[in-house]
């Protein structure tokens, strides 16, 4: 059972912007804090921004103010608002909960060109 759908990935230049969306099933969204995570080609999956339910985010690092973490609670969705992306934000996003303990799913493809 698809417990979240991520979308909105693409191939963009450096310098540009990307919106993801992850919609969530509501009894999830409502009981844990959501996250970004991103693992690029031959690296670990990493974790890049997380929001609890009542709007307190944490970023990693290399975020440097460039990536925001918002959610939608009527929409059951958290969106992760990507600015000023570099080539080295390539890779496969993905949305969980921050414990890691729902299923992986397929994420969202981000490719940024130089």
């Known amino acids: 059972q698809v417990q979240q759908v991520e979308s909105g990935g693409g191939l963009v230049q450096a310098g540009g912007s990307l919106r993801l969306s992850c919609t969530v099933s509501g009894s999830i969204f409502s009981r844990n804090a959501m996250a970004w995570f991103r693992q690029a080609p031959g690296k670990q999956r990493e974790f890049v921004a997380a929001?609890?339910?009542?709007?307190?985010?944490r970023y990693t690092d290399f975020v440097e103010d460039r990536f925001t973490i918002f959610n939608d609670a009527n929409k059951n969705t958290v969106y992760l608002q990507m600015v000023s992306l570099k080539p080295e934000d390539t890779a496969v996003y993905y949305c969980n909960t921050i414990l890691e303990n729902i299923p992986w799913g397929q994420g969202t493809r981000v490719t940024v060109s130089p």
């Open positions: 929001i609890t339910s009542y709007g307190t985010t």
